[in-house]
T-cell receptor
Framework: GQQLNQSPQSMFIQEGEDVSMNCTSS?????WLWYKQDPGEGPVLLIA?????ELTSNGRLTAQFGITRKDSFLNISASIPSDVGIYFC?????????????FGKGTKLTVNP | EAGVTQFPSHSVIEKGQTVTLRCDPI?????LYWYRRVMGKEIKFLLH????????ESGMPNNRFLAERTGGTYSTLKVQPAELEDSGVYFC??????????????FGPGTRLTVL
């Protein structure tokens, strides 16, 4: 089945540093999504990408949809303590009416004040 | 507007018992999804309802899992009998309409299931 390889698995950084994480797949996707999960909560959508090559920002977050449609990255600039959490990439390839998301394993981010 | 809600937040049961998880989607959302995250692994799709119909149940692990969405509102996911490998966090998500990759899926807080 479709799988996403997300890296790194975890990151420990100092407040103010920039962060980069990425996802790759052997399959193409029509949509790439980045979610963040805080403890005890469900994933919350951060950025959605709909076109190959698209670069989108949301505040200090920037994400890109790879040209090959098989990869995406997420950058966080000037990290702050509330950026702590688990970040998931997800791909979507609607087929036969199914709009299921395929998720990566997540990147656990720790920010030291 | 209330978000997606799930009940219970935690459930601890013994192997062989039955558990029923409930999801209330955002009001008016036709699409409802169930996902599961087993410890340390990725969040995996289980099934997708459009209103009361099962659109895609390709992710359901086996016939011990039964999902329903009578009346097209809330949904239940029953595990009977539960096995140890069923432990994990079960997420429900909903989205507003039948589209193709354009409708955001809003996730609930999840139900943490522990099977002993």
């Amino acid at each position: 089945g479709q799988q996403l390889n997300q890296s790194p698995q975890s990151m420990f950084i100092q407040e103010g540093e920039d962060v980069s994480m990425n996802c790759t797949s052997s399959s193409i996707f029509n949509t790439w999504l980045w979610y963040k999960q805080d403890p005890g909560e469900g994933p919350v959508l951060l950025i959605a990408l709909y076109k190959a090559g698209e670069l989108t920002s949301n505040g200090r977050l920037t994400a890109q949809f790879g040209i090959t449609r098989k990869d995406s990255f997420l950058n966080i600039s000037a990290s702050i303590p509330s950026d702590v959490g688990i970040y998931f990439c997800a791909g979507q390839l609607p087929q036969g009416g199914s709009e299921k998301l395929v998720f990566g394993k997540g990147t656990k981010l720790t920010v030291n004040p | 507007e209330a978000g997606v809600t799930q009940f219970p937040s935690h459930s601890v049961i013994e192997k062989g018992q039955t558990v029923t998880l409930r999801c209330d989607p955002i009001s008016g959302h036709d699409n409802l999804y169930w996902y599961r995250r087993v410890m340390g692994k990725e969040i995996k799709f289980l099934l997708h309802f459009v209103k009361e119909s099962k659109q895609d149940e390709s992710g359901m692990p086996n016939n011990r899992f039964l999902a329903e969405r009578t009346g097209g509102t809330y949904s239940t996911l029953k595990v009977q009998p539960a096995e140890l490998e069923d432990s994990g966090v079960y997420f429900c998500a909903s989205s507003p309409r039948r589209g193709y990759g354009t409708d955001t899926q809003y996730f609930g807080p999840g139900t943490r299931l522990t099977v002993l």
